[in-house]
């Protein structure tokens, strides 16, 4: 079964411009979580989406949106990019909404704002 | 609010010595607890976790826990390190909100 698959890997962009970022998750899992890391912050939770239907949100601005696909892939948006957005950014899946349901992690897409 | 505290950025150890990474948790609910390990340049791997029961949680590559709730801890443990167990450690806990609530993160380092 292949794994969780982030794409791109690498992203370089400058300020003010917009970023998509896409998640394919492991076949037959419905729920996509995304994380922010920076050396900083550390990992810090975006937001969930199960059954296209974004469930919960961390607490982040409103230029940092996401969607599910009927397939359960998701893509996750950052519009105005600043400075601060530069992280690796790592999407899980896993196959349910429980909280004790094991999460899968991609390698992340490292995103470097200029 | 859920809050996890890892009291160390970086421990030092030998090849084959004993290593404890320390984990605090802070919640007023019951919650789950979980340690995920992160290779260089790669995602986070689930080590083992703590959902009730024994108090003491094995998991892959020869690591355990023990779940301490007067203490609130969840110390990670390996009573003989490789080199390959070099990596970063984080420990995190979930309730019913679902969403990991993570630590810092612990950098353990193996020296030969």
């Known amino acids: 079964k292949a794994g969780v698959t982030q794409t791109p890997r690498y992203l370089i962009k400058t300020r003010g411009q917009q970023v998509t970022l896409s998640c394919s998750p492991i076949s037959g899992h419905r729920s996509v979580s995304w994380y922010q890391q920076t050396p900083g912050q550390g990992l810090q939770f975006l937001f969930e989406?199960?059954?296209?239907?974004?469930?919960n949100k961390g607490n982040f601005p409103g230029r940092f949106s996401g969607r599910q696909f009927s397939n359960s892939r998701s893509e996750m948006n950052v519009s105005t990019l600043e400075l601060g957005d530069s992280a690796l950014y790592l999407c899980?899946?896993?196959?349910?909404?429980?909280?004790?349901?094991?999460?899968?992690f991609g390698s992340g897409t490292q995103l470097s704002v200029l | 609010a859920q809050s996890v505290t890892q009291l160390d950025s970086q421990v030092p150890v030998f090849e084959e010595a004993p290593v404890e990474l320390r984990c605090n948790y802070s919640?007023?609910?019951?919650?789950?607890l979980f340690w995920y390990v992160q290779y260089p340049n790669q995602g986070l791997q689930l080590l083992l976790k703590y959902l009730s029961g024994s108090t003491l949680v094995k998991g892959i590559n020869g690591f355990e826990a023990e779940f301490n709730k007067s203490q609130t801890s969840f110390h990670l443990r390996k009573p003989s390190v490789h080199i390959s167990d070099t990596a970063e450690y984080f420990c995190?806990?979930?309730?019913?909100?679902?969403?990991?609530?993570f630590g810092s993160g612990t950098r353990l380092l193996v020296r030969p």
């Open positions: 995190a806990v979930s309730d019913s909100s679902y969403k990991l609530i």
């Open positions: 919640s007023s609910v019951s919650v789950y």
């Open positions: 899980a899946s896993s196959s349910s909404r429980r909280a004790s349901e094991k999460l899968f």
């Open positions: 989406y199960f059954s296209e239907t974004q469930r």
